[in-house]
């Protein structure tokens, strides 16, 4: 059975905070990297892209906020009922923000660091990060930041988030582990992962802290267990 979307809004907002914190990069909260020196030739688009960033993580706040305070959720229940709303208010912004990425790409590629700055191309990944309702968006958004990687014109590191989450949602094994659920022993635990041994050789290589630190930044952000071995396969659903 498919987890139902407003779900995935919630789980992505998760792994996303726990992104941000633990990446130290200025990029990641949507300020401009403004030590390094891009000729904007985009800024209409580099401003939108920026507005719909801080939208989406205002909406995402928001919601782990009411989930914070909210009841505890009734029996049969994942999520207490006030939380609902505001859920709900982040995958309308999701969807509006997937359309802008389609029209965008239509119009003018992939953006690069030079068309709209670092913290413009790190918004755009970020509304693509989060669009999992369009998989085939997700997947073509892989495909067109590869090269840009390869010229400095992308990070590695997004590049790395977006690979792992095209490769959860297909239920292949993950490249470098950012991507955890909830595991049949109640821990948050990696989805599988290739040649678990290297991965923090792997996040080394494109700027990705450790598995373990980052899984303490998830203990943190959800006050509950993780276990930084992979799960074996993919829970049942």
Known sequence: MRTPLIWIVVIVSLIWLVACASSGDASATGVPESEVAHVITHPELRDQLNDLFRRDQRARKAMLAAMRE??????????????????????AIDTESTEFLKSMIVAHGWPTFDMVGEDGANSAWLLAQHADAHPALQKKVLELMRPLVVAGQAKPSNLAYLTD?????????????????????????????????????????????????????????????????????????
Request: net charge positive; aromatic share 8%; charged share 25%.
């Open 70 to 91: 909210a009841e505890p959720a009734p029996a049969g229940q994942r999520y207490a009922a006030e939380a609902i709303p505001f859920a709900r208010a982040a995958q």
């Open 165 to 237: 989450r095209v490769l959860v949602a297909d239920k292949k094994q993950q490249i470098y582990g950012t991507q955890f659920g909830s595991a049949p022993d109640g821990a948050l635990r990696p989805y599988p992962i290739e040649d678990a041994a290297k991965v923090n050789l792997r996040r080394a290589r494109v700027g990705i802290e450790p598995i373990e630190m980052y899984a303490r930044t998830l203990r943190r952000i959800r006050s509950a267990p993780v276990n930084t071995t992979p799960m074996t396969e993919y829970p049942k659903r």
